[in-house]
């Protein structure tokens, strides 16, 4: 059993600057894929970006490449997401979420999905 806590949310102008984080309880955090998503008012919820156990493979939206990071400090079981450049359309509610998969990898695709964070509100004012 893995619970998820965002935290890091809140209200910035266009332009600026985030760091969302997102504290695992449990033990299998090391050997736990990690992602973040996101849902927009009126919209599905997608994927943002993935990272696997180790931290050295990482995947992005096409959306947010180039600006958002995602990062992992496995001995303080906390996963991030740096957030720089951000626009209106980034905001949304944010979720961290872990996958238990066997390899280490990672994974974009929500069902893969084990464990959910209760989510993070991001708002960009123009």
């Known amino acids: 059993q893995v619970q998820l806590v965002e935290s890091g949310g809140g209200l910035v102008q266009a332009g600026g600057s985030l760091r969302l984080s997102c504290a695992a309880s449990g033990r299998t955090f090391s050997r736990s894929s990690m992602g973040w998503f996101r849902q927009a008012p009126g919209k599905e919820r997608e994927f943002v970006a993935a990272?696997?156990?180790?931290?050295?493979?990482?995947h992005y939206a096409d959306s947010v490449k180039g600006r958002f990071t995602i990062s992992r400090d496995n001995a303080k079981n906390t996963l991030y997401l740096q957030m720089n450049s951000l626009k209106p359309e980034d905001t949304a509610v944010y979720y961290c979420a872990a996958a238990m998969l066997r390899w280490n990898t990672l994974t974009t695709r929500e069902g893969e999905y084990d464990y959910w964070g209760q989510g993070t509100q991001v708002t960009v004012s123009s």
């Open positions: 990272i696997n156990w180790s931290g050295d493979n990482t």
